[in-house]
């Protein structure tokens, strides 16, 4: 088993809930107010259980007119036919934008021979809440009929080596993806640790739907990576997406890859 990041860069994002391309190089912050920096970072798992894309991104184009999703596979030797399985943390937009497609007024899948898993609850929340700025209904009213998709309820083995754990705090049914073979253990924990400095410096974030859950959940979840010997998959953090973590003395240390 092995995991992948497959970075579509840095975005700027204001209560419009717009997400911005940012070059570090050429814009500034100051000149975007109100606005927050988000790194975006869907991966790539390279199991038994087939080819997996997890939380697929924003579903942007780059300036060829090319998928960056697609884009980012290509380069590892994938296409979006070799997707077998795609895990979703959570329905917000920015985590499930690429899971289609619309052309001509009608919505495609990404990767068309997939199975998309997320839990059932969760959609139903989502659809509840519509419409959101937080949401893309379009995306939402597409994996709820698609065909091939599995709606999870509570927390499942998925497979032998997947397992699929309710977390709550960032949504109330936001789950997190424990990966765990002989030779690889990863974990991603979506946006209840999107990245790596949040179990450094401790807060609870006003974005979550549980702040306090969410905080008290990334010490635990980051307890347990350094006791089993887990690397964390960071979805918002493109510079360290991947890293295993030490704790010692009350403190986080990460060591990156």
């Known amino acids: ?10 975005y700027t994002v204001d209560e419009s809930k717009n997400f911005i391309p940012f070059n570090s190089i050429s814009d500034s912050i100051k000149d975007r107010p109100g606005s927050l920096l988000v790194e975006i970072c869907p991966f790539l798992i390279i ?6 894309i997890i939380d697929p991104g924003l579903g942007l184009k780059n300036k060829s007119g090319e998928f960056q999703i697609i884009k980012n596979l290509s380069q590892l030797g994938f296409n979006s036919t070799d997707i077998n399985i795609v895990l979703l943390s959570h329905l917000h937009k920015d985590h499930i934008g690429g899971v289609a497609y619309e052309e001509n007024g009608i919505m495609n899948p990404m990767f068309p021979n997939a199975q998309y898993v997320y839990q059932e609850e969760e959609m139903n929340e989502a659809l509840s809440k519509l419409p959101s700025k937080s949401f893309e209904a379009s995306k939402l009213k597409f994996l709820k009929s698609y065909k091939n998709k599995k709606e999870l309820s509570g927390n499942t083995q998925f497979s032998k080596n997947i397992y699929c754990e309710i977390s709550g705090g960032h949504t109330k049914n936001h ?14 924990g979506g946006d209840v640790l999107p990245q790596g400095t ?14 306090k859950e969410s905080a008290a959940l990334r010490i635990q979840y980051g307890k347990k990576c350094a006791e089993e010997n887990y690397a964390c998959l960071f979805f918002h953090s493109s510079a360290h997406p991947i890293s295993k973590v030490k704790y010692a003395d009350g403190r986080f240390e990460l060591l990156n890859n």
């Open 175 to 188: 789950q997190v993806f424990w990966f765990n073979t002989a030779n690889k253990k990863y974990f991603y």
């Open 1 to 10: 088993m092995n995991a992948h990041a497959l970075s579509e860069g840095t």
């Open 198 to 211: 949040q179990l450094i410096r401790k807060f609870a974030a006003k974005y979550d739907f549980n702040g």
């Open 47 to 52: 199991s038994v259980e087939g080819i997996i």
